[in-house]
């Protein structure tokens, strides 16, 4: 081989060699990268103020414990002595869950910086109109206000059985009316709402100072008036009915009235009080609540609240929405509004003579 052909051979060698991909730069080692942490389990005992009924309290913290393991440690009260609870609490809080309960005080809860926020993955299933848009309290149920009357009594008396609120001011009805407190009780405070919403804030005072005069007793708790009328102390309620139906289906010798002309409602809140002992048991607690199966356990314990969960079974006993002539309750307002209009019934009304 000549010289020249040689030389061109080394300068092809050269050429490829040039070309070559260098050796892959191996990859450091990995850090260690920590897995996502999983949410706390729930465990443990759930405190929960409860404002129903307390036979249906009794039947569903059974069951959640049932279904979760979780204990409950439950005080039953009506949702005005429950809000005023909690705010006492407020520095240190003792409970976990506020279960049920007109929904005005949740509202008014929520503003006061009691309730922590919680978007339950079931309350997705319940109905806009009945939860919060910013998860701070979901509807459980919803009620309608009534008269609960002694149709035996009031037969013996010669009076008629009153079928609108204009009816109960009648003076023929005096001392025959029994209503819970609107300082106690957040039924007699949906009343009070109602009223105002509905004729103006001072006709409706004007009419409460005249249904004050045919008041016989202000009981503490919501459905305290049916247990008057059952026994005869009073013969007219002033209720959410579907307490009535439950004390109808023990076997009281009473009934129940829509109001012709209008009527009032409540949602039942379900909210998570801020810096409870035990935040993940009381999630656990709103989460069970909001299904079906757990909203259906009302009717087998002589709770007839219309479930707020469209796939829950409404029992046939229950009053139905179509029967009812509901006013367009403002929840915002009446929550604002709460302890202005308390203190002004409290003020005004409670002290007027009999």
Aim: hydrophobic content about 40%; aromatic content about 8%.
């Amino acid at each position: 081989m000549n010289r020249k052909l040689l030389a061109i051979l080394a300068v092809g060698i050269v050429l490829l060699t040039s070309c070559v991909a260098p050796p892959p730069v191996a990859a450091p080692p990995a850090a260690d990268v920590a897995a996502p942490a999983e949410a706390p389990k729930a465990s443990g005992t759930v405190t929960v103020y409860a404002s129903p009924q307390e036979e249906w309290v009794k039947a569903a913290m059974t069951q959640f414990t049932k279904d979760t393991g979780i204990k409950v440690d439950y005080v039953a009260m009506g949702s005005g002595e429950a809000f005023t609870r909690i705010s006492a609490e407020k520095a240190a809080p003792k409970a976990d869950v506020w279960w049920g309960g007109t929904i005005d005080p949740h509202i008014q809860a929520v503003a006061d910086g009691l309730i922590e926020k919680y978007c339950s993955p079931n309350a997705q299933a319940i109905p806009a109109q009945y939860r919060d848009p910013d998860c701070y309290w979901t509807g459980m149920y919803v009620g309608f206000i009534g008269f609960t009357v002694n149709p035996g009594l009031l037969e013996q008396k010669n009076l008629p059985i009153p079928k609108t609120w204009a009816d109960l001011i009648k003076p023929e009805y005096k001392g025959l009316i029994a209503m819970s407190d609107p300082a106690q009780s957040g039924t007699a405070y949906v009343i009070m709402a109602t009223l105002v919403q509905e004729m103006g804030e001072d006709p409706a005072f004007e009419y409460l100072a005249a249904l004050h005069k045919n008041i016989s007793q202000y009981t503490k708790s919501g459905p305290g008036p049916i247990t008057l009328v059952g026994q005869g102390e009073a013969l007219i309620g002033i209720n959410f009915v579907h307490d009535t139906i439950m004390y109808m289906k023990q076997g009281q010798p009473i009934n129940y009235v829509i109001p012709e002309d209008f009527d009032g409602y409540e949602i039942g809140g379900l909210t998570l009080i801020k810096g409870g002992p035990n935040p993940e048991a009381g999630k656990a607690l709103i989460d069970w609540t909001l299904t079906a199966k757990a909203q259906e356990l009302a009717a087998t314990a002589n709770s007839f609240q219309v479930p707020t969960n469209p796939e829950a079974t409404v029992s046939e006993e229950s009053v139905k929405i179509s029967d009812v002539k509901a006013i367009d309750y403002n929840l915002v307002w009446a929550a604002e509004n709460r302890k202005r209009l308390v203190t002004r019934w409290t003020n005004e009304i409670g002290p007027l003579p009999r």
